[in-house]
């Protein structure tokens, strides 16, 4: 369709590499070139996907139903990607302007949803609105048996998609590759017709935005002698024309654009979702296989970032503070540090806030993201709370962020989509390894982030401590104890408020002895209540030593009370303060 942006698809699927057909149409009409690396053991030629961009991109594995649609996808123009490079590129595109516009999740009828499946199915929800299932390998099916077999595969996924995005998907069963790989080609494929109508009839035409910040994913790099380096490259915002200068920001190099070609054809301007090749010159191409490409000064390359943070519900595992994951962001999965935090309880019916972070307020520490799976339980005991951060009622906030440090510096656009995950957890374990994902708010350049950067960051844990009144000096002062250990510096504490049981305020004045004992002024003085508490008991003990009381004595003695009177001190400590202060509300 002319003038219109080319449709992106992301498939989701397991197949075998894509063979020169026997007969029919060659696959050099269909937009295909042999690979560089044409030679394989047991004979013919692996092909690569032109995709209309001029000098080829190679498909190390080319799926069966994504060839087969490639190859019949005239009707419209329309790109397809395998699930990594979707996955790379939803991860540096983000939620600013999606340009995948349907994801084809391809289902083996055989075994049914998988670990892998499931995984991609993740990623589709996060990555894309729309969804198409496909049940391939039918002819595998037994001929008197094939039908029931794909109405009950249809039944189970119909269930499996009740609770996602993907509810009411259209499901379609195909034989892409009747026989197999290594069957010959003289085969029709089985519902690959129903399939591409299927697609017409799903998917409008995209509008897409040439504003913003020109920025491109590059999927392939290559040089052709007397021309240049080309880069094959998807247009992820803004526009470029011919002539224009880009910066390929992980090497700090800039290049001007000395030709592009789409579906074969000389073009001087591409725009946001277009394919396209991209010639540049005096440029290594063994120095960028992947990565990003973008206007001179656009994208910075950061050592941590902090994010919005949503937990994905199929993840069984708790998203610890000071865990380590898998992080997926721009073009690039490096691992991360986490450090988990939420709004200040005084703040928490705020609204969310999804395209921006804001330094001045307050924020409230978290041992780990808050979910139901991480509710208290009976047998954590009184303690869950404080280790949480959170109050006990169950009242998870609205907006949680993490900090992300970095082992190795990335470079991304703000806002881009990050997604956290285990991959080392075993691929054929009956366990979703994609843990979290979110949004890049603020990344940090500064490799010294720590000193000049997280300062900044207000983020604070609420310290609760409690002890015992010993005893009562004056109307004014008591002294305390059981708060501190031994070896604490009271001096720290001098100035804090405490609170007492008996209703009580009071200001810790100064240590007493070495045994962590402390004086607290009361400035309202004791209550005659609390100082018939507080005044100690009177033992009985004569004048003579011998352990006989006078009358007097004998009067005047009162029992000591059988509760305690305790006293607890409240303050906060931000995680990043240099100077380890602590601090109380006014």
């Given at each position: 369709?002319?003038?219109?942006?080319?449709?992106?698809?992301?498939?989701?699927?397991?197949?075998?590499?894509?063979?020169?057909?026997?007969?029919?149409?060659?696959?050099?009409?269909?937009?295909?070139?042999?690979?560089?690396?044409?030679?394989?053991?047991?004979?013919?030629t692996?092909?690569?996907?032109?995709?209309?961009?001029?000098?080829?991109?190679v498909?190390?594995?080319?799926?069966?139903?994504w060839?087969?649609?490639?190859?019949?996808?005239?009707?419209?123009?329309?790109?397809?990607?395998?699930?990594?490079?979707?996955?790379?590129?939803?991860?540096?595109?983000?939620?600013?302007?999606?340009?995948?516009?349907?994801?084809?999740?391809?289902?083996?009828?055989?075994?049914?949803?998988?670990?892998?499946?499931?995984?991609?199915?993740?990623?589709?929800?996060i990555?894309?609105?729309?969804?198409?299932?496909?049940l391939?390998?039918?002819?595998?099916?037994?001929?008197?048996?094939?039908?029931?077999?794909?109405?009950?595969?249809?039944?189970?996924?119909?269930?499996?998609?009740?609770?996602?995005?993907?509810?009411?998907?259209?499901i379609?069963?195909?034989?892409?590759?009747?026989?197999?790989?290594?069957?010959?080609?003289?085969?029709?494929?089985?519902?690959?017709?129903e399939?591409?109508?299927?697609?017409?009839?799903?998917?409008?035409?995209?509008?897409?935005?040439?504003?913003?910040?020109?920025l491109?994913?590059?999927?392939?790099?290559?040089?052709?002698?007397?021309?240049?380096t080309?880069?094959?490259?998807?247009?992820?915002?803004?526009?470029?024309?011919?002539?224009?200068?880009?910066?390929?920001?992980?090497?700090?190099?800039?290049?001007?654009?000395?030709?592009?070609?789409?579906?074969?054809?000389?073009?001087?301007?591409?725009?946001?979702?277009?394919?396209?090749?991209?010639?540049?010159?005096?440029f290594?191409p063994?120095?960028?296989?992947?990565?990003?490409?973008?206007?001179?000064?656009?994208?910075?390359?950061?050592?941590?970032?902090?994010?919005?943070?949503?937990?994905?519900?199929?993840?069984?595992?708790?998203?610890?503070?000071?865990?380590?994951?898998?992080?997926?962001?721009?073009?690039?999965?490096?691992?991360g540090?986490?450090?988990?935090?939420?709004?200040?309880?005084?703040?928490?019916?705020?609204?969310?806030?999804?395209?921006?972070?804001?330094?001045?307020?307050?924020?409230?520490?978290?041992?780990?993201y808050l979910?139901?799976?991480?509710?208290?339980?009976?047998?954590?005991?009184?303690?869950?709370?404080?280790?949480?951060?959170?109050?006990?009622?169950?009242?998870?906030?609205?907006?949680?962020?993490?900090?992300?440090e970095?082992?190795?510096?990335?470079?991304?656009?703000?806002?881009?989509?990050?997604?956290?995950?285990?991959?080392?957890?075993?691929?054929?374990a009956?366990?979703?390894?994609l843990?979290?994902?979110?949004?890049?708010?603020?990344?940090?350049?500064?490799?010294?982030?720590?000193?000049?950067?997280?300062?900044?960051?207000?983020v604070?844990?609420?310290?609760?401590k409690?002890?015992?009144?010993?005893?009562?000096i004056?109307?004014?002062?008591?002294?305390?104890?059981?708060?501190?250990?031994?070896?604490?510096?009271?001096?720290?504490?001098?100035g804090?408020?405490?609170?007492?049981?008996?209703?009580?305020?009071?200001?810790i004045?100064?240590?007493?002895?070495?045994?962590?004992?402390?004086?607290?002024?009361?400035?309202?003085?004791?209550?005659?209540?609390?100082?018939?508490?507080?005044?100690?008991?009177?033992?009985?003990?004569?004048?003579?030593?011998?352990?006989?009381?006078?009358?007097?004595?004998?009067?005047?003695?009162?029992?000591?009370?059988?509760?305690?009177?305790?006293?607890?001190?409240s303050?906060?400590?931000?995680v990043?303060?240099?100077?380890?202060?602590?601090?109380?509300?006014?």
């Amino acid at each position: 369709m002319p003038g219109s942006s080319p449709l992106c698809f992301s498939t989701a699927s397991e197949g075998c590499c894509v063979d020169e057909p026997s007969s029919g149409e060659p696959l050099t009409a269909r937009g295909w070139a042999p690979t560089e690396a044409c030679e394989r053991p047991e004979g013919g030629t692996r092909w690569k996907c032109c995709d209309g961009a001029g000098p080829p991109r190679v498909r190390a594995r080319a799926r069966p139903v994504w060839a087969r649609l490639q190859a019949g996808a005239g009707f419209l123009p329309s790109r397809l990607w395998g699930c990594a490079f979707a996955l790379a590129l939803c991860c540096s595109h983000g939620r600013r302007a999606q340009i995948i516009d349907l994801m084809l999740l391809v289902i083996d009828v055989t075994k049914g949803m998988q670990t892998q499946s499931a995984e991609c199915l993740v990623i589709g929800q996060i990555a894309c609105q729309k969804l198409v299932v496909v049940l391939n390998k039918i002819d595998l099916l037994a001929e008197g048996k094939r039908q029931a077999a794909i109405d009950k595969m249809t039944k189970k996924m119909q269930k499996t998609l009740e609770n996602t995005r993907g509810r009411g998907a259209p499901i379609i069963p195909v034989a892409a590759k009747p026989g197999g790989p290594e069957a010959p080609d003289t085969e029709a494929p089985q519902g690959i017709p129903e399939l591409i109508e299927l697609l017409k009839s799903q998917i409008p035409i995209p509008t897409r935005d040439p504003s913003g910040p020109f920025l491109m994913a590059v999927d392939h790099c290559f040089s052709i002698r007397g021309q240049g380096t080309v880069m094959t490259v998807t247009v992820l915002s803004g526009a470029i024309s011919l002539g224009d200068s880009v910066e390929i920001p992980a090497l700090k190099v800039v290049k001007k654009v000395r030709s592009m070609q789409m579906f074969h054809r000389p073009v001087t301007s591409a725009l946001q979702g277009d394919r396209l090749g991209l010639c540049v010159t005096q440029f290594d191409p063994k120095l960028l296989e992947r990565g990003l490409v973008c206007a001179p000064g656009s994208l910075h390359t950061v050592h941590a970032a902090l994010i919005s943070v949503e937990k994905i519900p199929y993840f069984r595992g708790a998203l610890q503070t000071k865990a380590k994951f898998h992080i997926t962001v721009g073009h690039e999965t490096v691992m991360g540090r986490l450090l988990f935090f939420s709004p200040a309880p005084d703040s928490s019916d705020c609204q969310p806030q999804l395209d921006s972070f804001d330094f001045s307020r307050e924020y409230l520490f978290q041992e780990q993201y808050l979910c139901q799976d991480t509710a208290p339980t009976a047998a954590d005991g009184a303690q869950a709370p404080e280790r949480t951060g959170r109050a006990p009622e169950g009242c998870w906030p609205r907006q949680q962020w993490a900090l992300v440090e970095l082992e190795k510096p990335v470079t991304c656009p703000r806002l881009c989509l990050v997604i956290g995950s285990r991959l080392d957890t075993d691929v054929h374990a009956n366990a979703c390894r994609l843990a979290f994902h979110g949004v890049l708010l603020h990344g940090m350049e500064d490799r010294h982030y720590a000193e000049s950067c997280l300062p900044q960051l207000r983020v604070y844990k609420l310290k609760h401590k409690q002890g015992l009144v010993e005893r009562a000096i004056d109307d004014h002062s008591v002294i305390g104890r059981s708060l501190f250990k031994k070896e604490t510096n009271i001096q720290l504490f001098v100035g804090l408020r405490v609170h007492l049981s008996t209703g009580e305020s009071g200001v810790i004045d100064s240590a007493f002895g070495q045994s962590g004992k402390f004086k607290v002024h009361i400035p309202g003085g004791l209550s005659p209540e609390s100082k018939k508490i507080l005044t100690p008991a009177l033992k009985k003990r004569g004048r003579t030593g011998r352990g006989e009381a006078t009358p007097q004595e004998e009067g005047s003695e009162r029992p000591e009370p059988s509760q305690p009177v305790t006293l607890s001190l409240s303050f906060k400590r931000y995680v990043f303060d240099t100077h380890k202060r602590m601090v109380q509300a006014p």
